[in-house]
């Protein structure tokens, strides 16, 4: 698709388990981030990605969240030992570069019960 | 102070007038500006972005920025009920590593 796509669009999971969210950016964006958007709050930056490296993890909420990027495309992010305050829709971005405008998929709204 | 600041609103307006959303940031060094549109439920979507003092018109959109100010805002001319949103402000700061700074958003409503 010409799309930034995430997978699964909806995540129901039970408190201690691990998740595992996907993203697919637009083709040639080499700049891919990762945003959390809590129920009637704002969005909060969770890390970026140029090409395969993150220069910057320290936006990531804390050592059970974690995420990769791989081959420059498809870059997951995993939650591990999810707790409640971790539900939110988790959406990713691409652009061409940090400066350039991002594109946003249709996120991954999760919920742990 | 907060990096990206925004009235919540909600801000009303009758439909056919302007509307105008404002937005200002703390960072000096900020130099990509960047607004998004967001229905409930939905993403972000990109309305306009500007990287230079002065205005920028798209179609009934207009950016403007004043970075001696450290003000961005946009217009909406000819207002339709289906601009009735969130209006969110992103800046990328100078320097780091990091992603859009957002601010809260404004809520938009256009009375028919």
């Known amino acids: 698709g010409a799309g930034v796509s995430q997978s699964p669009s909806n995540k129901v999971t039970e408190k201690g388990k691990d998740v595992e969210l996907r993203c697919d950016p637009i083709?040639?964006?080499?700049?891919l981030y990762w945003y959390r958007q809590s129920l009637g709050q704002g969005l909060e930056f969770l890390i970026y990605f140029q090409g395969n490296s993150a220069p910057d993890k320290s936006g990531l909420p804390s050592d059970r969240f974690s995420a990769e990027r791989t081959g420059g495309s498809v870059s997951t992010l995993t939650i591990q030992r999810t707790q409640q305050e971790d539900s939110a829709v988790y959406l990713c971005?691409?652009?061409?570069?940090?400066?350039?405008?991002?594109?946003f998929g249709d996120g991954t709204r999760l919920s742990i019960l | 102070q907060k990096e990206v600041e925004q009235n919540s609103g909600p801000l009303s307006v009758p439909e056919g007038a302007i509307a105008s959303l404002n937005c200002t940031y703390s960072d000096r060094g900020s130099q990509s500006f960047f607004w998004y549109r967001q229905y409930s439920g939905k993403s972000p979507e990109l309305i306009m972005f500007?990287?230079?003092?002065g205005d920028k018109e798209d179609g009934r959109f207009t950016a403007q920025l004043n970075k001696a100010s450290q003000y961005v805002s946009l217009l909406i001319r000819d207002s339709q009920p289906s601009d009735s949103a969130t209006y969110l402000c992103?800046?990328?700061?100078?320097?780091?590593?990091?992603?859009?700074?957002f601010g809260k958003g404004t809520h938009l409503i256009i009375q028919p």
């Open positions: 992103a800046v990328v700061k100078g320097g780091g590593a990091d992603g859009l700074t």
């Open positions: 971005a691409s652009s061409t570069n940090r400066d350039q405008p991002q594109h």
């Open positions: 500007i990287y230079s003092n």
């Open positions: 083709s040639g964006h080499t700049a």
